[in-house]
């Protein structure tokens, strides 16, 4: 069996989470308040090792119990002195730690498959008996090494990725549980109005099923209509089912009590009644309460300090209805925003700059609500870089929801480290220098003048348009303007699944082509030899992106599996076809396989690339305005096709970009102490040692095995 995808590769690049500037800039009180939400959402993480698989919680025991008597650091030096660890094999110890953390258990958050260290099982368990923690503790350390070395680096059908019954291993379930328990007990929850997202299940030998609550409390007593004994009737059968609570009910407490003293910092009503309805949720096992806690949040319009924290996405139950835990923090990056605020002072400047007539603009420009987040803390199994909550569909469909972009994970998974595939040498320090730089001046372009920009040529109730149809025309033909969208026809409507990576692209054009202007990058304090830099290092990503999107690409069914990707895919395209970005192929002198290089003429990017990006931009407006979807569709295709005969080296490409595919990066996250009077901030070294020492720190002087 080839075990290699189920090693996390020693190469996995490791960045920090850097918040510390947003973090400087909050008041006391939100320092404290965002403090103890941290910690409420540290603790209700370690939920996710439970959720995750049977010797997830003892391998994490057994990490803290080793990594807080000596740091990674000391560690590192015991394996090396003591146990004749390797350099590679060191790498591959922490890597398995890190990663371990990274993802709240030994499956990949993100692709669901084990893995396991990538030393013999001997020499891990070598060094763990030679540490400080084993010489002080043996019976201890050496139960817990008993207990998981098996499950750790066992690999076998049933448990190499999360399934239920046969598929796989899943803890939502006890595992004599399969599919026809999930589908009986979810027709029983269905019929009680209880919902899924806060449940495990649970079977005992009489066949007596248990769906348990999570919650601190675990009596029966207390009133919660939904706890007790059921006899459900399904066919011609009586199944006996029990609904309890008091499911990690350990963690839930100090959840709980975390969140009690954030509300003692709230900043407004919103924030208080949606900590109070959490705490009751948390409490009692109730979910509706959460449901209320959401609707306070979702009311609690751009707060200094964001958050959201509960069992949130069902990615990871293979039935799909159980709630994986998660809490985040998050703080409004106040430079940022006061960049997009003077951007947005710019804009009627701006808008006259785009390449369209200005009755194709909007009559008067609305600002899209869009907020940019520094992550503080994020529990769960793995950090996104955009989130869309909260998932209730009663509430989303009514009330509402809130769209988050987490500025600082965004930008940390944009900051290169070592050589960056498809780069010239000469590219790859400039790159590097100011990638970060230009995506964010790109990223202030995209959303507030790319998607707040254009307008739609609508007719009304009254049967009026909303532009002059005798004096417009329509600047790709010089015509009269013929179509617009008809009463009650909307955007997406009328593009349907072709809109989303339509719009992307067109808010990516508009970044391209406005950061040529001198006095926008003005306002993002770079001039002279600088703002030529991140111009060139705006527009080389761009293309690069656009090449690393291939990685979207399924050749199988022809289709796109993300929006962006595609966009900068097209603009590639575009570029490619204006003459002024090259492809080249060729073998990699270090390993003889397949490599390739992407470059743009920088001394044709203000020129030929200005233009070539206008007139598509243009296109792509005018289609929109129009909702003329045929129009648009067919302008699209051409740049967006990957392989046949209008690109037939981009399937090439794919498989070289395949091939040299980048392991997921660890993020390592900052804690905060709340010390005196005060909060701070510390952080740790961006190693996969960091990460380690930085997860004990947090859990520091805590009995982790009477939590778990
Ligand atoms: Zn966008």
């Known amino acids: 069996m080839d075990i290699s995808q189920h090693i996390l590769e020693k190469e996995t690049e490791v960045c920090h989470l850097d918040c510390v500037t947003a973090f400087n800039a909050l008041t006391k009180k939100e320092k404290l308040y965002s403090h ?24 994490f025991c057994l990490l803290m119990k080793i990594f807080s008597k000596q740091n990674s650091d000391q560690i590192a030096k015991i394996a090396v002195e003591e146990c004749e660890f390797t350099q590679e094999e060191l790498t591959a110890f922490n890597v398995y730690f890190a990663g371990f953390l990274a993802n709240m258990g030994n499956y990949k958050g993100f692709g669901d498959t084990k893995f396991i260290p990538g030393i013999p099982q001997e020499k891990f368990m070598r060094l763990i008996m030679s540490t400080q923690a084993y010489r002080d503790d043996p019976q201890v350390v050496a139960k817990l090494m008993e207990t998981c070395a098996e499950p750790t680096y066992s690999l076998n059908e049933g448990n190499k990725q999360l399934g239920l019954g046969k598929d796989g291993i899943s803890s939502y379930f006890s595992d004599n549980c399969n599919k026809t328990d999930a589908e009986l007990i979810q027709k029983f929850l269905d019929s009680k109005s209880i919902s899924a997202y806060n449940t495990r299940l649970f079977k005992d030998g009489n066949g007596v099923y248990n769906v348990r609550l999570a919650s601190a409390l675990t009596d029966v007593s207390e009133s919660l209509a939904c706890l007790g004994e059921y006899k459900f009737a399904d066919g011609d059968k009586t199944y006996d089912i029990k609904v309890t609570r008091g499911d990690y009910s350990n963690l839930m407490k100090l959840v709980v009590e975390n969140l009690e003293k954030a509300k003692e910092y709230a900043s407004n009503d919103n924030e208080a009644n949606m900590i109070t309805e959490y705490i009751a949720s948390f409490t009692t096992g109730d979910l509706n309460a959460h449901k209320n806690g959401s609707r306070y949040w979702i009311r609690d319009k751009g707060p200094i300090v964001e958050s959201y924290i509960g069992f949130i996405e069902t990615y990871r139950d293979p039935f799909g209805t159980r709630g994986e835990f998660e809490g985040f923090v998050a703080m409004v990056n106040k430079e940022m925003s006061k960049k997009f605020t003077d951007l947005v002072d710019s804009s009627d400047q701006l808008l006259k700059l785009l390449p369209w007539p200005k009755d194709y603009e909007k009559d008067e420009f609305l600002r899209p609500d869009f907020t940019s987040l520094d992550v503080l803390a994020f529990a769960g199994s793995g950090i996104p870089a955009g989130i869309n909550i909260p998932n209730y569909d009663e509430i989303r469909q009514s009330e509402g929801f809130k769209n988050v972009s987490l500025g600082n994970v965004l930008s940390a998974a944009y900051s290169a480290g070592k050589k960056v595939w498809f780069l010239s040498d000469g590219d790859q320090q400039l790159f590097k220098d100011y990638k970060s730089k230009s995506f964010e001046v790109q990223v202030g372009l995209h959303e507030l003048l790319g998607h707040g920009s254009g307008k739609l040529f609508q007719k009304s109730k009254d049967g009026l348009l909303n532009f002059n149809s005798d004096s417009v025309q329509n600047p790709l033909t010089g015509k009269a303007v013929e179509k617009w969208y008809d009463v009650g026809e909307t955007w997406d409507g009328k593009f349907g699944a072709l809109s989303s990576s339509y719009e992307e692209c067109r808010a990516e054009c508009v970044g ?91 001394s044709s990017i203000a020129t030929i690339g200005k233009k070539a990006i206008g007139d598509f931009l243009l296109k792509l407006q005018v289609h929109k305005s129009h909702g003329d979807a045929e129009g648009g569709q067919e302008l699209w295709q051409k740049y967006a096709t990957v392989g046949s005969d209008v690109a037939p080296d981009m399937l090439r490409l794919r498989q070289t970009v395949v091939l040299r595919r980048q392991p997921r990066k660890i993020f390592v996250q900052d804690n905060t102490v709340h010390r005196d009077d005060s909060v701070e901030l510390v952080t740790y070294p961006v190693t996969h040692g960091g990460v380690i020492d930085s997860f004990v720190a947090r859990f520091h002087g805590e009995d982790i095995s009477k939590l778990l």
């Open 512 to 602: 391209l082509y406005l950061c040529l202007d001198f006095d926008v990058l003005k306002i993002f304090g770079h001039e002279g030899k600088v703002a030529e830099d991140i111009i060139y290092v705006n527009w080389l990503n761009m293309v690069w992106a656009g090449v690393q999107g291939l990685l979207y690409y399924t050749p199988e069914n022809q289709t796109w599996r993300q929006a962006h990707m595609q966009a900068r895919y097209v603009i590639l395209r575009v570029l490619m076809e204006a003459g002024i970005v090259t492809i080249e192929h060729l073998t990699c002198a270090d390993d003889g396989k397949a490599d390739a290089v992407v470059s743009i003429d920088r």
């Open 36 to 59: 103890y939400l941290a910690r409420a959402s540290w603790y209700g993480g370690l939920i996710v090792l439970h959720q995750t698989s049977p010797e997830s919680p003892t391998i």
